[in-house]
């Protein structure tokens, strides 16, 4: 796979957290176990668009 783009909202837009998913570890008192592939993102980005959406 040449890339992946993570697409997320609210406590999951948080660094730390995604490199818990990435890395393993814990976030929040729960254990997470981590990506088959550790390394590290080339980037983060924060982008707010323009459409909205309903949680239901």
Known sequence: ???????????NMLKERFMVYIKGGCFNNKGYKGSADPSDPEG?????GPAS???R
């Open 53 to 55: 959406f309903v949680l």
């Open 1 to 11: 796979m040449e890339s992946l783009i993570y697409a997320a909202y609210g406590s």
């Open 44 to 48: 983060f980005r924060r982008d707010v």
